[in-house]
């Protein structure tokens, strides 16, 4: 067993070790959902899409792992990550969304696999493209649709190995490849490589090696700039081997064979599918391995009484009857319906129940009509209403607490220490007073200024002067 296959069975224990705490984070994710719904008012597709990242037990697992295996620290990065996310809009990111540049050569491509099964990620710097502007600017869209495709495909990489039964299935990690040779003259500014670096913060422990090819001495420069953002984890994962050297991890001879030529490897854009956009893929289950380490989807599908048909049309009859109901909770695992041809599509089965449950919303409104209201379903909706603004005021308060914690610890400080704090002060004073009337050389220091001058600094020396 060499390094690499090592390392993914070590992966795949430390997966198995901490499932209850992905679990917790996970169900804390669910948890927060509807109320980043709420606040950035997002759209059905932008909701499919922060329920497929949650439901992305491989990241969870990846977050988990750099932050030392601490929940409350992992929980904290990560919904900073799904607000990053929502803002960018990364969920939802296309092809159609780049600059069409990065496509006109064979720039950046995925080419099968390792020999451990992690996809491979081919760079040529011979193709790329010219910047336009700000280097930072240009090229952050393109190296986040990069990461999120590489994600989406460790992501189905591990839902595939389960299925077959594999023996480490998880797929944590991808093997970056990227070529010197013909390289255009490089962009050396530092923002480039501290937004490179902010990426791989977004997706931790995401890349397992990262392969410098035909890298001559002109670029030493650019490597002891990165060199300098990087982690000792992360530096011990850059290598600069020879292209023959690389049967280490792939076996693909004819690509190594097109590597070790004179010329870039050709890659054709119509046979690709790759870049364009992944399906959705569904949380990991138990439903198709009896491996621990798979979860039950029950625990996080709540079961419904009825479903409606989606087959027959929606009658205003039935959104009156069903108006009275509680409208049931929906989950937006896009995967978990449509298992064959005769079966609506997800997309399509969701779209079908989120109208029937905005239907349900409006006519369960209280109207101006003369109709009574249930008393009890008034309590409840207000309860709900309360607990969702407690909340919001917690969480609020809760990070005006983290923002301005240094203050409050030393305003703390100074209440508890107060009585303190005012006899060394009130001993400061009376020293200084003894010292300027000893500077002065009054021959009379209880004369009556002196007297009055430290008694205001001190009451014990002004009852002393008194005597």
Not at 83 to 104: C, M, S, Y
Not at 441 to 453: E, H, Q, T, W, Y
């Amino acid at each position: 067993m060499d390094v690499d296959e090592k390392r993914m069975e070590d992966l795949n224990e430390l997966y198995k070790e901490h499932e209850s705490d992905i679990a917790s984070i996970h169900s804390a994710l669910k948890r927060e959902m509807p109320l980043l719904v709420q606040e950035y008012k997002l759209s059905f597709d932008q909701t499919a899409a922060l329920d497929e990242y949650i439901n992305d037990r491989v990241t969870i697992f990846r977050y988990l792992r750099k932050n030392g295996f601490l929940i409350p620290h992992t929980l904290s990065r990560m919904l900073d990550t799904l607000k990053w996310r929502i803002h960018k809009n990364v969920g939802l990111l296309t092809v159609e969304d780049q600059n069409p540049a990065f496509f006109e050569g064979p720039f950046c491509f995925f080419h099968g696999n390792d020999r451990i099964g992690r996809p491979v990620v081919l760079i040529q710097l011979s193709y790329l493209p010219d910047i336009v502007g700000d280097a930072s600017e240009f090229l952050s869209p393109f190296i986040t649709f990069v990461f999120e495709t590489s994600r989406r495909i460790t992501c189905k990489a591990s839902m595939d190995r389960m299925k077959n039964g594999e023996k480490n299935p998880i797929v944590t990690e991808s093997v970056l490849l990227i070529d010197f040779k013909k390289a255009k003259s490089l962009p050396r500014d530092r923002k480039i490589a501290g937004a490179f670096i902010k990426m791989i913060k977004r997706y931790p422990s995401s890349l397992g090696a990262a392969c410098l090819l035909n890298f001559g001495w002109m670029y030493q420069g650019i490597w002891q700039m990165v060199k300098l953002l990087l982690t000792e984890e992360a530096k011990s994962r850059v290598s600069f081997p020879k292209v023959a050297e690389l049967s280490r991890w792939i076996d693909q001879p004819d690509f190594i064979a097109a590597l070790e030529g004179p010329d870039p490897v050709t890659w054709d854009w119509n046979r690709d599918p790759t870049f364009r956009r992944q399906e959705q893929p569904p949380p990991l289950s138990r439903s198709s391995s009896s491996s621990s380490i798979y979860f039950d989807a029950e625990l996080y599908t709540p079961e419904m009484d009825s479903e409606p048909s989606l087959e027959e049309p929606i009658t205003e009859s039935d959104v009156a009857t069903s108006g009275t109901s509680k409208p049931e909770t929906i989950s937006l695992q896009t995967n978990a319906l449509a298992t064959d041809e005769n079966t609506p599509s997800s997309i399509t089965t969701i779209k079908t129940v989120t109208t029937i449950t905005e239907q349900t919303a409006l006519t369960s409104r209280p109207s101006t009509s003369t109709a009574p209201h249930h008393p009890s379903n008034l309590a409840l909706q207000i309860l709900a209403q309360l607990e969702l603004l407690m909340r919001r005021f917690m969480t609020r308060g809760f990070r005006k607490v983290m923002a301005y914690r240094n203050t409050l610890c030393w305003v703390l400080a100074c209440i508890i220490l107060r009585n303190r704090l005012f006899q060394v002060l009130q001993a400061v004073l009376v020293l200084l007073g003894e010292l300027f009337a000893k500077r002065l050389k009054l021959p009379d220091p209880s004369s009556a200024g002196i007297r009055i001058l430290l008694s205001l600094t001190g009451n014990s020396m002004g009852r002393l002067l008194t005597l």
